[in-house]
């Protein structure tokens, strides 16, 4: 763990230092003062070192809200909105390299249907949040708060993480003031999300049709 740590921490100043990744595994090894050999028993190459930083991102957030007894009382909502919240405020403390790490994905436009989900760097971190979205729609089914819909259901998770780059997006663009703009957007995206998986006065009207077509 520790060499990971030092790895870690040394590609984090490079980056920020340099705004970009290192010339060669040689140079930095050389640099960090370890073998070529002994960085490859940890990493593949510099995309996976940032892979495993996004990926740490959201452990630490979930490590940290399953850590608190309220969260468990939680509705499901209140989960996904804790989650939310506790995720970004880690992205805080390492903004620097979360924008750097961001923009080098290619990012450039504004807008969930514009952004690039399957962006290597993030593919750890999007199969670590479908585990947690699954479990949580799960939880969510057996609590009637989300309803099940043929042919939809399968696609909930894709919605949460198409969410949580969009929230990732207005974060690393907020300019407002301890970046209140993005709490207001976290509580008014996960609020419309459950509002629309939630129960809704059409699956009222669909059950009635189909009790009226089964006894017609």
Do not use: C
Request: charged share 30%; hydrophobic share 40%.
């Amino acid at each position: 763990m520790e060499m990971l740590e030092k790895i870690r921490k040394a590609y984090t100043e490079y980056v920020l230092e340099n705004g970009k990744q290192p010339t060669s595994v040689f140079q930095f090894a050389k640099k960090l003062k370890i073998a070529e050999a002994d960085f490859y028993t940890q990493y593949t190459s510099f995309d996976a070192i940032e892979a495993d930083i996004w990926l740490t991102f959201f452990t630490d957030a979930k490590t940290t809200v399953d850590a608190d007894e309220t969260y468990q009382g939680y509705s499901v909502r209140e989960k996904l909105l804790a989650f939310y919240y506790t995720w970004i405020e880690l992205l805080k403390s390492q903004r620097s390299f979360v924008v750097y790490s961001y923009g080098r994905m290619g990012h450039g436009a504004r807008g969930m249907g514009r952004m690039k989900p399957q962006t290597p760097v993030l593919t750890l971190f999007k199969e670590a949040f479908f585990d947690y979205a699954r479990d949580l729609l799960a939880e969510g089914r057996e609590s009637k708060e989300v309803e099940p819909r043929p042919f939809v259901t399968d696609r909930y998770p894709n919605a949460l993480w198409s969410q949580t780059l969009y929230l990732l997006d207005f974060w690393v663009r907020d300019v407002s003031k301890n970046f209140e703009k993005t709490d207001s957007a976290i509580e008014k995206s996960v609020n419309t999300a459950f509002d629309l998986i939630g129960r809704s006065p059409l699956d009222t009207l669909f059950d009635f049709a189909k009790f009226m077509y089964q006894n017609k």
